[in-house]
């Protein structure tokens, strides 16, 4: 049955393209063409964000002729919705649009003038609600500390740091950061060589003679300072 009804879109379609000049098929388009609207809105893949939201939002392209709809239609009402990084948009003729959400990660709370802020990892920050249940995050804190935690965060990825061991984050306008472990062990991290410093630090931590020191300073290249 499946197989009848694809072949008579497809005739339907050559039977268009070979009647009518292009003119002709983009006024038949615009005309109101029962058979072409949207009807159907589908949304996949969303975890955060809410999928009535995003239907809301694409209220307009609703009954709008579905070859006329271009991704940029879809994507312009839904820029301003929290942690949608991108999407993608498939037709499925003839009347159902099914868009794929592509989200941004949440990674920790920012404190911001004594307000809490969801840091994503895209570096938007999305006022904290109490009706968000994401589960626990580190805390961030320092001014400013939005504007470099990113690169920071990729930094301690790429070397492997055990990121799920960190409680918090504290970023000193100098440009340098401190974290403070679930252990209650505080890293002090240097202005500059960073990387390097994460990589001993992460050496570090894997080595018995050092679990007992509540305090790594690493601030100081080539030397390590221990509390």
Known sequence: ??????????????????????NDFN?????????????????VNNFLVEKKKIIQKLDKIYNKNIFLIKKKDIEKPLKE???????????????KIIVKIFETKPIAILYKNQVKYLLDSSSNLILLNK?????????VFGKEAENNFIFFYKQ????????????????????????LLLSNKTIKFPQNNTEKAIKKSTELLD???????????????????VE
């Open 207 to 225: 080595r018995e003679d050092f679990e007992n020191y509540k305090i790594i300073d690493l601030r100081v290249e080539g030397t390590i300072i």
């Open 156 to 179: 301690l990825q790429n070397n492997k740091f055990p990121i799920k061991k960190i409680k918090n984050y504290y970023f000193f306008q100098i440009g340098r950061w401190d974290i």
């Open 81 to 95: 919705i929290d942690f949608l990084e991108r999407i993608e948009v498939k037709k499925k003729y003839p009347d």
């Open 27 to 43: 006024s038949i388009l615009k005309k109101d063409n029962k058979f072409f609207k949207i009807k159907n809105i589908i949304i």
């Open 131 to 139: 009706n968000m249940n994401l589960g626990k995050f580190p805390s």
């Open 1 to 22: 049955m499946k197989k009848l009804y694809r072949v008579i879109l497809l005739l339907i379609a050559l039977f268009f393209l070979s009647t009518y000049t292009p």
